[in-house]
T-cell receptor, first 116, second 109 residues
């Protein structure tokens, strides 16, 4: 199993450019999520999905879009990059317990994004 | 809204010392998770626990559901334990994880 994979590892954008961060998992997990991590702050949830075709907003969704057409893939799109989106982005996935809670999360290696 | 707090925020220890990191939360949870992030590195899950105690090598995690408190202990600390340790909670009925701010640990040789 590859676990959770993310591409690219590093990216530099100019203000106003758009791009897609890719995330894929091969563990058949229902739950997938995107977080951003900024210096001195904890992980903040951007968007999440509880299954193919189902997505919802997290704590900081503005400026980002997601889709979940398959169980495996959960891309994050930056519509018009801004310097405030300079951050490290992590994708994660998790399976459900029998009680409808979530098991441990598996994280991708992260994408370090700089917006100039 | 559940808040997850951790203490201390930063911790410096000498190699070999016994280390304790604390986590507290305000609302009932389904499980508590301890994560580790090395400098410039990815995030890995160390423990998921809903009661009692778990041990993996030199790491021990405990949880007290009544007091809404968990501790992560590291015995015989080593410089390779230097990392940020993150506490997170998950709930019943599929609510999202909530993360603490992390504890930055430095173990000096």
């Amino acid at each position: 199993n590859a676990g959770v994979t993310q591409t690219p590892k590093f990216q530099v954008l100019k203000t106003g450019q758009s791009m897609t961060l890719q995330c894929a998992q091969d563990m058949n997990h229902e739950y997938m999520s995107w977080y951003r991590q900024d210096p001195g702050m904890g992980l903040r949830l951007i968007h999440y999905s509880v299954g193919a075709g189902i997505t919802d907003q997290g704590e900081v969704p503005n400026g980002y879009n997601v889709s979940r057409s398959t169980t495996e893939d959960f891309p994050l799109r930056l519509l018009s990059a801004a310097p405030s989106q300079t951050s490290v982005y992590f994708c994660a996935s998790s399976s459900r317990t029998s009680g409808l809670s979530y098991n441990e999360q598996f994280f991708g290696p992260g994408t370090r994004l700089t917006v100039l | 809204k559940n808040e997850v707090e951790q203490s201390p925020q930063n911790l410096t220890a000498q190699e070999g010392e016994f280390i304790t990191i604390n986590c507290s939360y305000s609302v009932g949870i389904s499980a508590l998770h301890w994560l580790q992030q090395h400098p410039g590195g990815g995030i890995v899950s160390l423990f998921m626990l809903s009661s009692g105690k778990k041990k993996h090598g030199r790491l021990i995690a405990t949880i007290n559901i009544q007091e809404k408190h968990s501790s992560l202990h590291i015995t015989a600390s080593h410089p390779r334990d230097s990392a940020v340790y993150i506490c997170a909670v998950s709930y019943s009925y599929g609510q999202n994880f909530v993360f603490g701010p992390g504890t930055r640990l430095s173990v000096l040789p």
